[in-house]
């Protein structure tokens, strides 16, 4: 069981909005620990899509969006493409484990 | 160009030990908090260890006591030394840069902003 809480699975079709929850506790983000975004393609190694909540690196999409409130946060894919079918995990930091902790991941299909 | 190449995966018997490494270019480990994320076969990622900057290191409860990260700054790689493996140590060992600031501000949770390629240890009898 992994300490932050994702839906397993999300799918839309081409050009919708998609939206993928992160649920934590009061010891994490609940506590105002900051959460971040992952994309791990088929294969590959994750990459860091949203840092500090909402922030994008160089070079993502401002189709991609984050937020928090409480103790979940959200990520947002607008104008859904066929290269964006992929897993995505969040990420905070934990103060009763003393570490950082992950979503389960979500794998997000586009029909 | 900023990069990291994780080293020394393979197979070995359950109770046996395996040493990983990430090598680092293109910055200083010594000045980043480098991570070691696992991800089992078809599952989810999982925070395995961090060493920062000044030395620290922190472990996830499930290989606190077997496993330790350490860096050796003359060759700007880090190393997971493996010790008592068990089958459900069996992943792919991602290494990863940690930051916790950006451009001027700086958060809360450290993120990984770097990662490598990973590198897969198995364990079976």
């Known amino acids: 069981q992994s300490v932050l809480t994702q839906p397993p699975a999300v799918s839309g079709a081409p050009g919708q909005r998609v939206t993928i929850s992160c649920t934590g506790s009061t010891s994490n983000i609940g506590a105002g620990y900051d959460v971040h975004w992952y994309q791990q393609l088929p294969g590959t190694a994750p990459k860091l899509l949203i840092y500090?909540?909402?922030n994008r690196p160089s070079g993502v999409p401002d189709r991609f969006s984050g937020s928090k409130s409480g103790t979940s946060a959200s990520l947002a894919i607008t104008g859904l493409q066929a290269e964006d079918e992929a897993d995505y995990y969040c990420?905070?930091?934990?103060?009763?484990?003393?570490?950082?902790?992950f979503g389960g991941g979500t794998k997000l299909t586009v029909l | 160009e900023v990069q990291l190449v994780e080293s020394g995966g393979g197979l070995v018997q359950p109770g046996e030990s395996l040493r990983l490494s990430c090598a680092a270019s293109g910055f200083t480990v010594s000045s980043n908090y480098m991570n070691w994320v696992r991800q089992a076969p078809g599952k989810g990622l999982e925070w395995v260890s961090v060493?920062?900057?000044?030395?620290?290191?922190y472990y996830a409860d499930s290989v606190k006591g077997r496993f330790t990260i350490s860096r050796d700054n003359s060759k700007n790689t880090v190393y997971l030394q493996m010790n008592s493996l068990r089958a459900e140590d069996t992943a792919v060992y991602y290494c990863?840069?940690?930051?916790?600031?950006?451009?001027?501000?700086?958060?809360?949770?450290?993120?990984?902003?770097?990662w490598g390629k990973g590198t897969t240890g198995t364990v079976s009898s």
């Open positions: 060493i920062y900057t000044a030395g620290g290191t």
């Open positions: 990863a840069r940690g930051a916790y600031c950006s451009g001027g501000r700086c958060f809360s949770a450290p993120y990984m902003d770097v």
């Open positions: 500090g909540n909402s």
């Open positions: 990420q905070s930091y934990d103060s009763s484990l003393s570490g950082s902790v």
